[in-house]
Structures are given as structure tokens and as C-alpha cells.
């Protein structure tokens, strides 16, 4: 099943490549491959992206100079392409993830590529309450403050059910509620904005995972009800998320081992992604700006996919 064939090392070592050009992957007759578009890093793309400065005042005129970002799973796929938009519009970011030795390594070509002190990475399971609050005192003694939260760490493995909504679900509940302990104006944060990365799947079923289809409605549920929430209370932080469809990542390899009990419905699942076509990080990444800077948008789900952008109307029940 060809579709499937790239190893953890190919897209380890093509992560960079994988960010300025756009992936073809393995469809019988060409179907599903990735459309063609501008990424944030490639050098055209000025509407929404800025390029790196290596020296922090060149960030002053940004839109995110002097914010400050936590983005979790930031050290492969899209958490990893989120940091470099974050960075290249002028915030600090602060990469949280289970893998030190990469995360080491990525922070160390950050600080070369966008300048001294715009990072820091801090080893933290989104699993551990206190390695995430550790991870968020460490920000803020290192940056001064928090102001947006990218709760993006998610595994899929129907296998391990369990592990998969520990982290796909409760890491993002846990983050947020940290997150609004920093920002909540009401007890001295200055606010902010939470993005929470969910899936085209917590929109509707993936029948071949049910259990990361339910981890990703609950973010979606969860994302709303909290946006709801601050409004209502006036903690001043908004709280949107991110529904991206298949994307070339490490998470999209191996996948009938993935689905464990459900690999019978690894088919279905290439006829879909046939279907749909994939993206890139760069594609889906480039889409948390709007997200982050217009104060307008709380309690969105944006579904981004071949087709592009789509922010999703959801039926009214009140
Ligand atoms: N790849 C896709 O097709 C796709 C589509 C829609 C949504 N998503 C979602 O996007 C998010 C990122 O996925 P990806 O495709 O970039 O995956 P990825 O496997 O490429 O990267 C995930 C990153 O999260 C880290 N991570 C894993 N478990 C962690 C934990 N417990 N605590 C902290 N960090 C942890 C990993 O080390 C890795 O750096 C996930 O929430 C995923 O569900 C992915
Ligand atoms: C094999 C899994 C690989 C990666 C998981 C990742 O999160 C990607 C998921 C991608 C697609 C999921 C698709 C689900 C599709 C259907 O349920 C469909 O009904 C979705 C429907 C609606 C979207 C909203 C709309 O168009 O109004």
C-alpha cells in the first residue's frame, strides 16, 4: 500500500523540504496529490508571512512583536511549521514536546535562523500536569508573560485508545485551563488567544478511528464551550481551533499499524484520502495567523483543505 510507505526517517529528514515545497505522495494515477500553493516559507509569500529577522528589534513591526507563544508537539509536523509562522511575524516561542534530543537540536537552528532568545524549549508531556505547568512557569519567567497557546501534540493510534484521548483530548483541556490561569484578565493575566489543533475528523466520522474521531469532536466541543465560556465572563481570552484534513506528517505514515483492530478499513481510508487529497505542514500552519490576530474570531473551527479555507457553520440549538 504505497500510500503509506514513508518512514519515521524520511519525514524526520525532509521536514525542511517538506515546508517549501509541496509533497506528492504515492496515488494510483496521480490522484490526491497536493495542490501547488505559496507556503509561509517560500520567499513569495508576503500577504500574511513576514521572513526571518536575525536580530530581535527587526521584529518590532510584526504582527506578533512582543507576544509571546507555547506551542505543544512543536518539534515535528505542523507544531513545527506553527513555530515558524509564529517566529517569522515577530513572537517568542516557547516548543514543548516529549522529544529532547529534537527538540534541542531544532531550538539551536531556530535561534541561528530567527535570532538569539526568540526560543526556548521546554521537555514536557502533555500527559503531566506538572511537567506542562513547569513548561508554563518557565515561559513566563523566560519571556515575561504568555499571550498565545497552541495546543497542538496529538497521536493516532486506535490501538492505544486510551493514551490517544490522555493526549489528544486531556492534553488540550489541561493546556487550556493552564493557559487561562496566565492570560485570565480578571486575576492579572493581560489575555490572549488559544489554538487548539483538532482534525477535518472532529467534524465528522473517520470510520477507520473512532477513538481519534471522538478525541477530535471533543476538541472541537471543548473549544466552543471555553470560547463561549471567557466571553461570557470577560477573562478576555479567545479560544479557536484548527480543522486540518490529511497531512503529510510522520502521524500519516504506517497507518494500517495505526488503526490496530480497525487495519480492515485501511482501504476505505486511501479511498477517502484519494478523495480529498493532502496538504502540506506550511499549508495548514499559515492559517493559525488569522486565528491569532483577528480579534473578531472565538469559538471557530477552520477546516483547511485542498479545496482551501472553510470556517464551519454549526447548527444552532438554542
Ligand atoms: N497529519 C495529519 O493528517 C493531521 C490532520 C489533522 C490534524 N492533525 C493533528 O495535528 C496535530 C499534530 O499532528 P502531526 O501530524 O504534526 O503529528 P506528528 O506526529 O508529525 O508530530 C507530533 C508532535 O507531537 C509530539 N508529541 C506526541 N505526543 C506528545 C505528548 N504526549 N506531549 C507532548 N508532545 C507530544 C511529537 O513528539 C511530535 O513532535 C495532532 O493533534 C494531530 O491529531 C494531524
Ligand atoms: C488515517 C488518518 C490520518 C490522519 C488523521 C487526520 O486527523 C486527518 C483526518 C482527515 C480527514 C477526515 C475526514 C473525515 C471526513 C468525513 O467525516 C466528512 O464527513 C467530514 C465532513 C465534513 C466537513 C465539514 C463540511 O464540509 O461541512
Redesign the pocket.
Given at each position: 500500500m504505497g500510500i503509506w510507505r514513508r518512514t519515521k526517517h524520511e519525514?524526520m529528514t525532509n521536514n525542511n523540504e517538506q515546508n517549501q515545497q509541496t509533497r506528492a505522495v504515492d496515488f494510483p494515477g496521480g490522484r490526491g496529490q497536493s495542490r501547488s500553493r505559496q507556503t509561509s516559507l517560500d520567499p513569495s509569500f508576503e500577504s500574511s508571512c513576514r521572513h526571518p529577522s536575525t536580530s530581535s528589534d527587526r521584529t518590532a513591526d510584526m504582527a506578533l512583536s512582543g507576544k509571546t507563544a507555547v506551542v505543544?508537539?512543536?518539534?515535528?509536523?505542523?507544531?513545527r511549521a506553527m513555530t515558524e509562522v509564529l517566529l517569522q511575524n515577530g513572537a517568542k516561542v516557547a516548543l514543548?514536546?516529549?522529544?529532547e534530543s529534537e527538540g534541542k537540536t531544532l531550538m539551536e537552528a531556530l535561534e541561528k535562523q530567527y535570532g538569539q532568545g526568540r526560543t526556548l524549549f521546554c521537555k514536557?508531556?502533555?500527559?503531566s500536569e506538572e511537567q506542562f505547568k513547569a513548561a508554563f512557569e518557565k515561559t513566563t519567567e523566560t519571556f515575561g508573560g504568555i499571550d498565545i497557546l497552541c495546543n497542538?501534540?496529538?497521536?493516532?493510534n486506535e490501538g492505544l485508545w486510551e493514551k490517544t484521548v490522555a493526549?489528544?483530548l486531556m492534553?488540550v483541556i489541561r493546556g487550556t485551563y493552564l493557559a487561562f490561569e496566565h492570560m485570565n484578565k480578571l486575576k492579572g493575566g493581560r489575555g490572549g488567544v488559544i489554538i487548539n489543533?483538532?482534525?477535518?475528523a472532529g467534524l465528522g466520522p473517520l470510520p477507520s478511528c473512532p477513538v481519534y474521531t471522538a478525541t477530535?469532536h471533543g476538541v472541537v466541543g471543548f473549544t466552543r464551550a471555553m470560547a463561549a465560556n471567557s466571553a461570557l465572563s470577560g477573562y478576555g481570552i479567545r479560544v479557536n481551533t484548527l480543522c486540518?484534513?490529511?497531512?503529510q506528517?510522520?502521524?500519516?505514515t504506517e497507518i494500517p499499524a495505526r488503526l490496530a483492530q480497525h487495519s480492515h478499513l485501511a482501504d476505505a481510508t486511501v479511498q477517502l484520502v484519494e478523495k480529498l487529497g493532502t496538504i502540506t505542514?506550511s499549508e495548514v500552519a499559515q492559517h493559525i495567523l488569522e486565528l491569532v490576530t483577528d480579534e473578531t474570531k472565538n469559538g471557530e473551527a477552520l477546516l483547511v483543505t485542498p479545496a482551501g479555507k472553510q470556517y464551519i457553520t454549526f447548527p444552532s440549538v438554542a
Open positions: 519525514t505543544t508537539g512543536a518539534v515535528m509536523g505542523i507544531g514543548l514536546d516529549v522529544n514536557a508531556d502533555v500527559q497542538n501534540a496529538g497521536i493516532l493526549i489528544n492534553g489543533t483538532a482534525s477535518m477530535k486540518p484534513g490529511f497531512v506528517t510522520e502521524l500519516f505542514v
